[in-house]
């Protein structure tokens, strides 16, 4: 039955179908495709696409398909039912999957256009196509490689120099072939004979396999491996005991890109227990730190994964002056070449990226990166990865094409027009379609059961379906320690809520954003604190405009984008209220007097328009004051201060700004090295600025990276006038002694953070009960927020003196400074003080006092 069925289809493909045939028109590319296929029998034509009076038809390889007029037959796309005409297409199914494997036009009159067929192929193949299992999987040895290309007229698989045909199932469009045990190892491709609108005619393209599960150098070929082969285990996988994971409400995660942690180390740098990362890490550890978030370390696109391949600048950087513009032009000279990308473009999502492997050209990198979690584990930090979902690097026929050149014109989202989205940056994936999403889900739950993996940080989230995302919540918590070797539950996801480009407003789907993401369990990371503890936006055309933690009113700078002093001091007071809303976790219900006075909700706060606060429990946001994009937290906080802050009082200022985002309920994040005050030089998107200007520097005597030269031109020329003075000022590079008590102070106040409970309130109800601001209000301190959270007072300084804040209902009451500052490493903070009879609390300039109920 099979081979006859199979028979049959090759009948179909090579007879016409309906209507009269009608020669493939020349082979030239596809310049728009404006018609929109939606399902077997539904097409949305634009309303003013050629004269409705004329007939309209599909135009096939084989023949055509007449349409019909269809009112109202868009009901259930509701996006294009006021700028698109429904119409009937009476094809049978068989009929539609012989068209959809050439070439599909749009005709009416003299207007022609092509055709998208995502929501046709979705609509044939996906009941079928979702249940199928991709990519190598292996039975007692034996490897069945199987691709899912539903429009291709062939496909055929290039085994380590010999062809091997692939079988077709018509039910699902995907392609397989079985081989014997002696695949294992042997690099292949799949070559797929299909119809390319990029290029106006039948191609064969030669691909890697979405689902590889390993590469060769330069991922050129996959690899038929199976990642439970004993060989890639290291001494210890199976035992591998994690430590605990945490309520996610309490997670403090240190964000780290592997170049940045290791240089040329790689993934066995996180092995080494003597190096003085790997020690940071632990002290971070001891104190609190539950996550290390690696940037991408999928397989990208942009690295020359073989060291001899990597170019190196051809300068002597350490030579030039601080303030020179001669560093970032010659690490531009190679940046396409060099080792250095932050990895957002991606190539094989579910493959580890080879140029941090000591030798890319096998699966040497799943071993590697196996013992990396391994290393991470026994510093006791369990391990988020950084996963890119939302874009490729390419798309059509270019050469860094995967998806595209396999299905052409599915994996993508398309404009109305039928070009792809670029929103994100690069080509938009569409994960709302069904073997998008698929591909979503079937990675990151390989990712948790073969790596150990306890975290996902989806980029720009707010680019995928909500229901992708709870999808992916709910394989994971499907996986149990019996079965798949990982608590699925245990697994952790946050991600980027912005709500921006074509999907923005849930144009398309209902979007995985901040307000959409509350009561999931899902955070998203929360920009409202972010801004008002550093100052301005992250496009400030004046980086100087200053906020909470870097002096607005309190110690004001010289920049005009602050204002009059008037109206610094209500800038700032707002930002208290959005700081307030912050340390509750971003709650859109609680209540509490605001700094005017009024009585508010934490989404009545407002945040350039939109409500401050959005999320249902603790979790749901994430907050931060610094993350790998817009400038280090010191290079703002070197924009923003006056220039003549001592380098004592800059760190000061660095704590203050960690600890608003670490002591609110709720995760916290932050960049790694903020703590020793890492600086990249003022580069606010260093992405392929190479090492020299994003290296941690782990020993305080090397610096902290700060006076490195002008940052790369491409995204901060325009901030050059304001950078040359600071880079030349050789105060603003500080030494060990503002470094080393920096990152110790933080420490102390991180382990307050995850040893107190009542910074862990498990509902919105709790936090109401709990937690309150007992000076806001008309009355409140510009640069001071006091909160009092069950037996604890806390009140963080932002102002360069020394303030008083008076609680009345206190007085007569015990409290003293937390024993972990008391006996802490902070000298300064020693000198806070508390006078019982009035209820006063005493704090030093820039710093950040906890006290609790003796």
């Known amino acids: 039955m099979k081979r006859l069925a199979a028979l049959a289809a090759v009948i179909a493909l090579a007879a016409p179908t309906t209507g009269t045939a009608s020669a493939e028109p020349a082979p030239t590319p596809q310049s728009d495709a404006k018609v929109q296929w939606l399902d077997q029998h539904t097409i949305a034509w634009p309303k003013n696409l050629g004269d409705p009076t004329q007939p309209h038809r599909l135009v096939h390889d084989r023949g055509t398909f007449d349409l019909t007029a269809s009112p109202g037959g868009l009901a259930k796309y509701p996006r294009l039912a006021a700028t698109h005409d429904a119409f009937r297409v009476d094809a049978r199914a068989t009929e539609a999957r012989t068209a959809l494997r050439g070439r599909v036009l749009a005709q009416t009159g003299t207007v022609t256009t092509g055709v998208q067929i995502p929501g046709v192929l979705d609509d044939l193949y ?242 590697e990166f196996r013992r990396m979690v391994q290393g991470l584990g026994d510093a006791g930090l369990r391990t988020v990865m950084d996963v890119v979902y939302n874009h490729t690097a390419a798309s059509g026929q270019g050469e860094k094409s995967v998806l595209d050149r396999i299905v052409p014109g599915y994996y993508h989202r398309l404009l109305d027009d039928g070009s792809v989205a670029t929103s994100t940056c690069c080509a938009n994936t569409a994960p709302e379609h069904a073997m998008m999403g698929k591909l979503v889900v079937d990675s990151v739950v390989t990712w948790a059961r073969q790596y150990k993996i306890d975290g996902f940080r989806f980029d720009l989230m707010g680019h995928h379906p909500k229901a992708n995302i709870l999808a992916v919540r709910k394989a994971l918590d499907a996986l149990t320690p019996a079965k798949d070797g990982v608590d699925g539950k245990a697994v952790v996801l946050y991600g980027e809520g912005w709500n921006f480009g074509e999907v923005a407003g849930d144009a398309r789907f209902v979007q995985a954003t901040q307000k959409n993401m509350a009561g999931t369990g899902i955070a998203t990371f929360s920009d409202r604190s972010r801004d008002a503890i550093r100052g301005g936006g992250p496009f400030d055309e004046d980086p100087r405009v200053q906020g909470f933690a870097s002096g607005l009113f309190t110690a004001p700078n010289a920049s005009p984008a602050n204002g009059t002093p008037d109206e610094q001091r209500a800038r700032l007071l707002h930002a208290q209220d959005l700081i307030k809303v912050g340390l509750t976790g971003n709650l859109a219900d609680y209540r509490f007097t605001d700094s005017t006075g009024r009585e508010v909700r934490g989404a009545d706060v407002d945040y350039n328009g939109s409500p401050a606060g959005y999320a249902a429990a603790p979790g749901d946001a994430l907050s931060y004051a610094d993350a790998h994009d817009n400038e280090a937290l010191y290079d703002a906080l070197a924009y923003k201060l006056p220039p003549s802050t001592p380098a004592a009082d800059r760190a000061r200022a660095q704590v203050l700004a960690m600890a608003a985002a670490a002591l609110s309920q709720g995760p916290a994040l932050s960049q790694a090295g903020t703590d020793l005050l890492r600086s990249k030089s003022l580069d606010r998107n260093s992405y392929d600025s190479g090492d020299w200007f994003n290296a941690v520097h782990w020993d305080c005597a090397d610096g902290n990276g700060f006076g490195r030269g002008l940052p790369p031109a491409a995204d901060n020329a325009a901030k050059w006038p304001y950078a040359r003075a600071l880079l030349a000022d050789p105060a603003l590079r500080p030494g060990c002694s503002a470094i080393t008590s920096a990152s110790a102070t933080y420490r102390d106040l991180l382990r307050i953070r995850t040893t107190e409970k009542a910074f862990s309130r498990p509902t919105a109800e709790a936090v109401q009960r709990s937690l309150s601001f007992p000076l806001s209000g008309k009355g409140e301190t510009p640069g001071v927020i006091t909160m009092r959270l069950d037996d604890l007072v806390v009140v963080l300084n932002a102002a360069p003196q020394p303030q008083s804040q008076t609680i009345a209902a206190l007085a007569g009451t015990g409290y003293a400074l937390h024993p972990l500052q008391a006996g802490g490493s902070d000298a300064v903070v020693k000198s806070a003080s508390y006078a019982a009879a009035t209820g006063t609390f005493t704090v030093p300039g820039r710093t950040v006092a906890v006290f609790r109920h003796s």
Request: charged share 25%; aromatic share 8%; net charge neutral.
């Open 126 to 367: 996906a009941t079928a196509a979702t249940k199928a299992t991709l990519g190598p999987a292996f039975r007692d040895g034996r490897p069945t490689l199987s691709v899912w290309a539903p429009t291709a007229r062939r496909v055929a698989l290039e085994l380590d120099g010999r062809t091997v045909p692939m079988r077709r199932d018509d039910a699902s469009g995907v392609w397989s072939a079985t081989g014997s045990r002696d695949w294992a190892g042997k690099p292949y491709r799949y070559a797929v004979t299909v119809h390319a609108p990029a290029a106006g005619k039948v191609v064969t393209n030669r691909v890697t396999d979405p689902y590889s599960t390993a590469l060769t150098a330069d991922s050129t070929h996959s690899l038929v491996t199976d990642l439970a082969d004993p060989a890639l285990a290291p001494a210890g996988w199976q035992r591998l005991r994690k430590p605990g994971a945490v309520p996610f409400r309490d997670a403090q995660i240190q964000e780290l890109h592997v170049r940045d942690f290791s240089g040329t180390g790689g993934y066995l740098a996180f092995t080494d227990r003597r190096s003085a990362g790997m020690r940071h890490l632990k002290e971070l550890a001891d104190a609190g730190t539950s996550y290390v978030h690696l940037l991408p370390v999928f397989d990208y696109a942009t690295a020359p994964e073989r060291r001899a391949d990597q170019a190196v600048p051809p300068c002597d950087l350490a030579s030039l002056p601080a303030d020179s513009d001669q560093q970032q032009a010659c690490i531009a000279k190679t940046a396409a070449r060099d080792a250095y990308n932050w990895g957002y473009d991606p190539l094989h999502y579910t493959v580890p990226e080879g140029s941090y492997a000591s030798d890319p050209d096998g699966p040497r990198r799943t071993l």
